[in-house]
């Protein structure tokens, strides 16, 4: 396939889970636990990876910051300071409400807007850098998606994304538990070629961050992303000790000046 954002949305497209797996899940595999994303906010407030060092240097001091798919904020909140002001965008109330509690907590000022990007983009305000940090792999559409952060972007977009679709490591299990076989899903350099189909002018850096919290219960996941009941857990655990998670992930991280203030 010739066109790159036509092949990302395919291969996203491809790791779609059959009716009949997904029809016998307990819950949703696709749900994120509001708990475990409040851990990684003070994570990133102590650790000064390439994302963070690429965003402060193109923010003022008091500037804003637009996180999008904020979760409950580890992206935004760690650029305060020099960032005066988060605005977190998120389409789960749970992660939203999160956010808000964990800028409260910080003493941050921050604005919030529940709703899908970029459908809801027209009422957020522009920032001075826009933050979207493992996101993308969520999103088909790419265009108007990453269009809209450009938008919104007076000085930075800053995107992270894992080197590999984050549940890449998974297909073992999916075999062992299903027999199924899945797709790898588009990788880092898939979303750089869509990126630069789109004409922005993106800057690549890479990095590495852990992926577990230490108090997570990686088992009880495991078992509700793979579409298994909480039966499972002991066969699961077991699964898990042969073919541990790994600790840490590679990351690519991009930035560009937006094409409007280019």
Known sequence: MDDPLEAWAEALGSLALPEEILRQAPASPWAFDPAVFMARVAEARERTGLARRWASEALPEGGRVLDVGCGAGAAGLALVPPAGLVHGVDQDPAMLAAFVEQAT?????????????????????????????????????LAPFVRALDDHARRLVVVVVSAEHPLAWMAPLWRRFWGLERPRGPRAEDLVAALGALGLPVEVGWDEEPVVPPSHDQVAEVCRRLCLPEDRRDEVAAALAEQPRPPTRQLCVLRWVPVRAG
Request: a negative charge.
């Open 105 to 141: 907590a910080l003493g941050v000022a921050a604005e919030a807007t529940q709703g899908d990007w970029p459908t809801v983009a027209p009422s957020v305000p522009a920032a001075d850098v826009v933050v979207c940090h493992h996101v993308l792999y969520n999103v088909a559409a």
